[in-house]
């Protein structure tokens, strides 16, 4: 019984370390064309069943008026993002949750709240955007949509654009930035400092332009990531609270 169990976890180890060694072999041979590098930047991509993040949230309004807040993120993949912001002091000011059809939001300063379709966040942002790309954007994995791009690549960086996509690549096949342009409109997220210990960005800046005027600056700084652990998700309307208009 001994021998059996050793063989198998012996099996198991080895096709393991085969595809490890398969996987990081992909990835040393640099790619030659826009499918090769979108099949490599795919290996890289993960999306864990739970994320939870910790840290800052600045933004930026109308004449360069800058706010900064705390924030708290928590994803559980495929059903829904859990967001808390909260003043100094840990005093919460607004909460809100997307699931893959709606999204509930929670005023605490002036005790309102809404519940919307999911659709409301592309009113928000003046830009189409699902459930799935908010939860890609914030994993920082995003999926490079199927199209037929434009191929280059700099001394730091691999470019792929379309009219309606640019992606900033790096050489270790890792998005650093994404442009999603909607006519007029436009979203771009910008990842800065990845970590050497999780592979995961330090920052995620996004700006939202319309006729080539910034409608919001919004900058996510993580002072804490947690893969796959569980974490509650509470929201609750007090009765006393009202629909917001």
Same mark, same amino acid.
């Given at each position: 019984m001994n021998k059996v169990a050793l063989y198998f976890f012996c099996i198991v180890f080895a096709s393991s370390c085969v595809t490890k060694n398969v996987t990081e072999l992909s990835l040393s041979i640099p790619p030659k064309n826009a499918k090769e590098l979108i099949a490599k930047v795919n290996l890289k991509n993960k =999306?864990?069943?739970? *994320?939870?993040l910790k840290g800052k949230v600045r933004v930026v309004l109308e004449k360069d008026n800058e706010v900064s807040l705390g924030i708290s993120i928590r994803v559980r993949k495929d059903s829904l993002i859990w967001a808390s912001v909260t003043a100094p002091f840990g005093i919460e000011l607004f909460r809100a949750v997307l699931t893959m059809d709606s999204v509930y939001y929670i005023n605490r300063t002036n005790k309102t709240y809404f519940a919307k379709p999911i659709a409301h966040i592309s #009113? @928000?942002?003046k830009t189409d955007i699902a459930f799935n790309e908010i939860q890609e954007m914030i994993m920082a994995s995003p999926? @490079?949509? #199927?199209n037929k791009y434009s191929f280059d690549k700099t001394n730091d960086d691999f470019l792929l654009s379309t009219q309606d996509y640019i992606y900033t690549i790096s050489n270790f096949y890792r998005i650093r930035q994404g442009? *999603? @342009?909607n006519k007029e409109n436009s979203l771009m997220y910008t990842y800065s400092n990845f970590s050497f210990d999780n592979d995961f960005p330090e920052q995620l800046e996004l700006i939202v332009k319309s006729s080539s005027k910034n409608v919001f600056n919004l900058k996510l700084i993580y002072? #804490?990531?947690? =893969?796959? $652990? $569980?974490h509650k998700t509470p929201f609750n309307i007090p009765s006393s609270y009202v629909e917001a208009k």
């Open positions: =999306f864990p069943e739970w *994320l939870a #009113k @928000i942002i999926k @490079i949509v #199927k442009v *999603l @342009i002072s #804490k990531v947690v =893969f796959d $652990q $569980q």
